[in-house]
């Protein structure tokens, strides 16, 4: 039977997108796992960075789907949400699951298969501490992209090495400074100059203005 885990990364950010993730395992592969696969939060970056190739080799695919942060602005967090999940069971391209495990308390709408939706699944199957682990891994990777090219630039810095994206106290400090990265004139299909999201730093901008 292939089983699938489905998680997302950067909800909670004030930059950057949701990434969702989609991995497909096959039942005789959960004993070639690497140790330590579980819930991404409870791993280093350096542990993500090391499992990532062995994941990707094991699984019999993932998906994956971003919200940028324009569309989570334009379509609200919820509607993003799924969007990235529309998106990443679409990217499938070998097979599709048996069944689907889903981490949080939102089922996927539009999935017609099996589905088991449950808070801190990614603590209890493995299939979804693959999908956590390799989303976390390619938001970080994309956060750290973001910041290199902006450094490059001699632009201003968000700390989103460290922070990716989230709102620590150098980020926030960081936005009331410098004020939100919105390209308004980027007609790229992902709106790549678009990386904070205004809804979500509406109250920083707020105050920074008085």
């Known amino acids: 039977m292939i089983r699938g885990g489905l998680d997302e990364v950067g909800w909670g950010a004030l930059a950057g997108p949701v990434i969702t993730v989609v991995a497909l395992l096959d039942d005789s592969a959960i004993p070639l796992l690497p140790p330590g696969v579980k819930d991404s939060k409870k791993t280093t970056e350096s542990q993500r960075g090391s499992m990532y190739p062995m994941l990707c080799q094991l699984c019999v695919d993932i998906g ?52 088991v939706v449950e808070p801190k699944a990614d603590n209890k199957y493995k299939q979804v501490s693959i999908a956590s682990i390799v989303a976390k891994y390619l938001r970080d990777t994309m956060m750290i992209d973001y910041a290199r090219s902006r450094r490059r630039l001699s632009l201003p810095d968000y700390g989103w090495e460290q922070n990716k994206g989230y709102g620590t106290q150098d980020h926030i400090d960081a936005i009331q400074a410098h004020g939100v990265l919105i390209d308004a004139n980027d007609s790229t299909p992902t709106h790549s100059g678009y990386i904070h999201r205004l809804s979500y730093t509406k109250k920083l901008r707020k105050d920074a203005a008085r």
């Open 64 to 115: 994956v789907g971003h919200a940028w942060p324009w569309e989570l602005d334009q379509y609200g967090p919820g509607t993003g949400l799924q969007l990235s999940y529309k998106r990443a069971l679409e990217d499938l391209s070998v097979a599709k699951p048996d069944i689907l495990y889903v981490d949080g308390s939102s089922a996927v709408k539009g999935w017609k298969g099996e589905q």
